[in-house]
């Protein structure tokens, strides 16, 4: 087996050192808080009175409130990964683990699993809440489209916070990269959307989106988008390997 492959004791110690951290903790918890509770905040106000208040998709509006929860997607794959590169932590993780892509890849495969496993929770109860306000309008599991939008939803939620666990290692700074992101996804991606048309569709988190709607019309579906998302997170990732291997610690 290669020396560079995640085992399990360094898995162990990831897990913990992520779980120790009060704001890792907190972005974990507030991913299913924020996504569930302004989901069901809006198909309340609206109700089953106007079933696309929230938009022309009601499958995509079935998710509304991912849209928020990707924002601390975001703060827990930067807090997971930012508390690296105070006070001499890396040194002590490296003493730990000599091998930086073992120690990397360890820890990456933590805040993913752990994103996973949240994000699949929140896109279930995001449908579920948000279905339980719409009466007449609601959509239910087995209608077209919603498995695909509930897992589709997790799984974005997963690939967004390794998009900005691998922006951290690359830049060393959780700060500058959800100053970076933040304003982009909830701003900047929908102005230059509307600037240049069909580019726009193959961003990170527009592209990723698109597992959540109900048809969509340009060059990308909903599983290709996804693809797109991922070949970011795949970039930021490796980015993010090479800063680690290369640079001091």
Request: charge should be positive.
């Amino acid at each position: 087996m290669s020396t560079a492959l995640p085992t399990r004791p360094v898995l162990h110690s990831e897990w913990i050192k992520i779980r120790s951290l009060r704001g890792s903790t907190a972005a974990l918890i507030t991913i299913l808080a924020l996504s569930v509770g302004i989901q069901a905040l809006a198909a309340a106000a609206t109700g089953e009175a106007d079933g696309g208040a929230l938009g022309d998709d009601p499958l995509f509006a079935s998710s509304y409130g991912i849209i928020w929860g990707q924002v601390a997607a975001m703060a827990f794959g930067t807090t997971a990964l930012s508390a690296e590169f105070h006070n001499g932590a890396l040194r002590t993780s490296l003493a730990a683990v000599p091998s930086r892509t073992r120690f990397y890849l360890s820890k990456m495969a933590v805040i993913g699993g752990l994103a996973l496993v949240v994000g699949q929770i929140t896109g279930l109860l995001t449908f579920v809440a948000g279905q339980a306000f719409m009466g007449s309008h609601a959509l239910r599991l087995g209608d077209p489209g919603t498995y695909r939008a509930v897992v589709g939803s997790g799984l974005y939620l997963t690939l967004i916070t390794l998009f900005a666990a691998g922006l951290t290692a690359l830049l060393r700074s959780g700060a500058l990269v959800l100053s970076l992101l933040i304003p982009f996804v909830l701003m900047v991606s929908f102005i230059v959307g509307a600037a240049t048309g069909g580019v726009a569709e193959f961003l990170p988190d527009r592209a990723g989106q698109l597992v959540m709607h109900g048809a969509t019309d340009g060059r990308l579906g909903p599983w290709s988008g996804l693809g797109v998302l991922a070949l970011w997170a795949g970039a930021a990732l490796a980015g993010g390997w090479v800063a680690v291997r290369r640079r001091a610690a």
